[in-house]
């Protein structure tokens, strides 16, 4: 903008705006789009008003861009990544709860109080642990939270698919259009769900809390309230897709 990206090397001197300096074109200009995310909102409303007064002098159809866009311009694109995170991860999230009692009932041979309870505690800590999984998400940064929360709900989901599969190899069940428990509940080995649902809690977790820290972050006390808006918007959106998905799939596949 202005300056920044042009030919002018212009400095003030004793008063005079520009008096010192000259007018050379670049070769070549590099823009890191990733330095606006480090500005405070005072400079970044100094440098959009450089680039709002250019629109009316040059520009019309960029004015009405800026005009149609003002409020999208104003979120970085964390906020944007965080958010779109934010859906995919609830979709993923709701898919799961609304089957997972089944699951462990008609697949692993759970009893309806034993499946509800392990549903419920699930869900539980869930809203739990956010609260230190965010304490410790501040320590390692947010690159590294997000890196660690998807690795574990990758595994975590992962494990949801292989575990009936590893159970049926061993001969403990067989799957079909019932299911044929061989010793599966005499053995306890369905228990081994439950290390591979606490990761999907854990990694849950800490995109909970990383996530609604970051849009905290990326907003301002103007643009809070939509962005905060926006980002119930992707919960509600991911609730509701994952929970669409999943139920017609079950009905497809039975």
């Known amino acids: 903008v202005d300056s920044s990206v042009g030919g002018k090397v212009g400095v003030d001197f004793k008063g005079s705006k520009n008096i010192i300096g000259a007018f050379y074109q670049p070769e070549f200009v590099y823009i890191n789009m ?33 005009e149609k866009n003002k409020e999208k311009i104003r979120f970085s694109k964390a906020f944007w990544v ?108 369905q228990y081994g769900i439950i290390p591979i649902m606490a990761l999907i809690v854990i990694g849950g977790a800490f995109i909970k809390s990383v996530i609604s820290g970051t849009v905290a972050k990326e907003t301002t006390e103007a643009t809070r309230a939509k962005g905060f808006a926006i980002f119930y918007g992707m919960v509600n959106i991911g609730a509701f897709s994952g929970k669409t998905i999943v139920k017609t799939l079950r009905g497809a596949l039975g």
């Open 34 to 66: 990733e330095t606006l995310n480090t500005l405070s909102e005072r400079e970044f409303n100094a440098g959009m008003a450089e680039v709002i007064k250019y629109s009316p002098i040059a520009d019309s159809k960029f004015l009405d861009y800026l």
């Open 82 to 189: 965080a958010n779109t995170v934010e859906l995919f991860e609830r979709a993923a999230y709701y898919g799961v709860f609304i089957v997972i009692t089944l699951y462990l009932s008609r697949i692993l041979g759970f009893n309806d109080i034993q499946a509800a309870t392990i549903a419920g505690t699930f869900s539980a800590f869930l809203y739990l642990l956010p609260t230190f999984a965010g304490a410790l998400a501040d320590k390692i940064g947010f690159r590294n939270s997000m890196l660690l929360a998807f690795t574990l709900l990758t595994t975590g989901y992962g494990g949801l698919a292989l575990f009936p599969t590893w159970l049926e190899s061993a001969g403990l069940v067989e799957y079909g259009h019932t299911t044929v428990f061989k010793g599966l509940t005499e053995s306890g080995l």
